[in-house]
Nanobody, 119 residues
Framework: QVHLVESGGGLVQAGGSLRLSCAASGRAISNYVLAWHRQAPGKEREVVAALLYGASSTYYADSVKGLFTISRENAKNMVYLQMNSMKPEDTAVYYC????????????WGQGTQVTVST
């Protein structure tokens, strides 16, 4: 089992940047597909970025392509989401998630961290 804890959320002005961190414990993250999701009030949770190791590729939502970057640091068992040129529509609770390499859906979730982008 993987335990995930997010940090780094907060208030940022439009055009600014934040880096979210996800600390994993219990298992090495190298065994999992990793992703960042977000959920804004009144909206469904959506995937923002993912590391698709099985396909040797990354995924980004169209709205964040070229602006957000997902990365991992296996030695520290950490996952990051660098968010640049942030917009008010990026305001949401951001969640770190993981699924086993053979899993069909994301099984493990952090508690979420609030990101608010002001105009």
């Amino acid at each position: 089992q993987v335990h995930l804890v997010e940090s780094g959320g907060g208030l940022v002005q439009a055009g600014g940047s934040l880096r979210l961190s996800c600390a994993a414990s219990g298992r090495a993250i190298s065994n999992y597909v990793l992703a960042w999701h977000r959920q804004a009030p009144g909206k469904e949770r959506e995937v923002v970025a993912a590391l698709l190791y099985g396909a040797s590729s990354t995924y980004y939502a169209d709205s964040v392509k070229g602006l957000f970057t997902i990365s991992r640091e296996n030695a520290k068992n950490m996952v990051y989401l660098q968010m640049n040129s942030m917009k008010p529509e990026d305001t949401a609770v951001y969640y770190c998630a993981a699924k086993f390499l053979g899993g069909a859906s994301y099984t493990y979730w952090g508690q979420g961290t609030q990101v608010t982008v002001s105009t």
